[in-house]
């Protein structure tokens, strides 16, 4: 079961749940995941960004972002944003903004 959250709450949902997971993916199709603390601003998402990260962004800016829920009953959120890999420094780290462009509550499937 899903929900759409309005991407104008967004702010609430991010900051009620600490760490979330970015996942990126690189030119050959493989997802990278990383674990990061966000801020928010609006629609636009930030988090710290190593060198696959940036590099991965770089080569395919759609990203995903994840937050697992806290208990059984509680729900992922999920947010579908396009990512810039931005402030790059000389050792290829820098920052992920991510402008969201989805965003839902997913309930985990239950088996039958």
Known sequence: M?????????AD???SRGAGFLVTTGPDGRPHT???MFTIDGQTL???AGRKTCR????QPLVALLWPPANADDYNLIIDGTAAAV?????GKGYAQIEA??????RNAQAS
């Open 13 to 15: 949902h991010v900051t």
């Open 56 to 59: 991965n962004i770089e080569a």
């Open 101 to 106: 462009t989805h965003a839902i509550l997913h």
């Open 46 to 48: 930030r988090a710290p």
């Open 2 to 10: 899903s929900v759409k959250v309005d991407l104008a709450e967004l």
């Open 34 to 36: 990383t674990q990061v």
């Open 87 to 91: 402030e790059v420094d000389e050792d």
